[in-house]
């Protein structure tokens, strides 16, 4: 996960008058938008893995899962809480590292 304490010294300064930066706010709500993110993408794969090895029952959700990683589409279940992108998944992936590699 994206942590406060791996940012920058200055990413999360505090402004004389007590409150953080406006760019500090943006990177806070980011970070938690993306940590969200991966959370979901790590559970659901998981989740996926198990079904493929016959451990659990292969849902409709990781079904659909699995045909859209096959036809190179980011699954639905990424897209409810991720940003708003047209790539295929894998450019939506290399954008996604991008992305975490940045913040």
């Known amino acids: 996960p994206l942590l406060h304490a791996d940012a920058g ?3 999360f300064r505090i ?3 007590g409150l953080p930066y406006s760019l500090s706010t ?3 709500h980011e970070m938690v938008k993306f940590n969200a993110l991966l959370e979901c993408m790590t559970t659901s794969l998981q989740q996926l893995q198990a079904a493929i ?3 659990t029952v292969l849902s409709e959700t990781l ?3 699995f045909q859209a990683i096959l036809h190179n589409r ?3 279940v990424w897209q409810s809480v991720a940003y708003p992108s047209l790539k295929p998944l894998g450019a939506w ?3 996604l590292e991008a ?3 940045f913040l």
């Open 15 to 17: 402004m004389p008058n």
């Open 9 to 11: 010294p200055t990413a």
């Open 74 to 76: 980011v699954p639905d």
């Open 53 to 55: 090895k016959g451990l």
């Open 26 to 28: 943006v990177l806070g």
């Open 63 to 65: 079904d659909a899962m």
């Open 93 to 95: 992936v290399q954008d």
């Open 99 to 101: 992305r975490v590699a």
